[in-house]
T-cell receptor, first 109, second 114 residues
Framework: GQNIDQPTEMTATEGAIVQINCTYQTSGFNGLFWYQQHAGEAPTFLSYNVLDGLEEKGRFSSFLSRSKGYSYLLLKELQMKDSASYLC??????????FGAGTTVTVRA | IAGITQAPTSQILAAGRRMTLRCTQDMRHNAMYWYRQDLGLGLRLIHY???????GKGEVPDGYSVSRANTDDFPLTLASAVPSQTSVYFCASSAEAGASYEQYFGPGTRLTVT
């Protein structure tokens, strides 16, 4: 089975940095995705990691350690529009995604 | 049409009724997926299709069926709805079924079974 854990909620101040952790135990590993989902909307793709290390994309970065079954999403220079849920998803051997329950980030002024 | 569309946007359905949720994409993607999203549980895969003419079962397929007669359409049918099927349903697609292909999600259908 798949087990993907991420914190339920996080709160941060506008302009700050927030790190969302994701740990996973899955049957096989073919990469890890991060998606952003605003309330009442569809998830949208943020990042994909398949090799260890840090992938930077503007204000957002994603890190992966396969040996530790661990990833994080780093959001820098937080803006009010970053208030959303962030979903960690692991691609397993059958190329299907298993999602964590999501982390709701609230950005306060 | 741009991307993925779903219909209806929301629906209230009496238990025992049959319902088909529609999903159409115009990106010529080979792979399509149906998920349900429930509070505290995240997205769970119901059924998928790697290419037109093929379908497969996901994590929670019971009570649901799908068909993939062509590339663009992937309808999800609830044969006899039950209250536990109250959820938000998302259709998604990706260019291929492989590991690195990001999935694009439709706007969702909010279904309430009473």
């Amino acid at each position: 089975g798949q087990n993907i854990d991420q914190p339920t909620e996080m709160t941060a101040t506008e302009g700050a940095i927030v790190q969302i952790n994701c740990t996973y135990q899955t049957s096989g590993f073919n990469g890890l995705f991060w998606y952003q989902q605003h309330a009442g909307e569809a998830p949208t793709f943020l990042s994909y990691n398949v090799l260890d290390g840090l992938e930077e994309k503007g204000r957002f970065s994603s890190f992966l350690s396969r040996s530790k079954g661990y990833s994080y999403l780093l959001l820098k220079e937080l803006q009010m529009k970053d208030s959303a849920s962030y979903l960690c998803a692991v691609c397993s051997n059958d190329y299907k995604l298993s999602f964590g329950a999501g982390t709701t980030v609230t950005v306060r002024a | 049409i741009a991307g993925i569309t779903q219909a209806p946007t929301s629906q209230i359905l009496a238990a025992g009724r049959r319902m088909t949720l529609r999903c159409t994409q115009d990106m010529r993607h080979n792979a399509m997926y149906w998920y349900r999203q429930d509070l505290g549980l995240g997205l769970r895969l119901i059924h998928y299709s790697n290419t037109a003419g093929t379908t497969g079962k996901g994590e929670v397929p019971d009570g649901y069926s799908v068909s993939r007669a062509n590339t663009d359409d992937f309808p999800l049918t609830l044969a006899s709805a039950v209250p536990s099927q109250t959820s938000v349903y998302f259709c998604a697609s990706s260019a291929e079924a492989g590991a690195s292909y990001e999935q694009y999600f439709g706007p969702g259908t909010r279904l309430t079974v009473t």
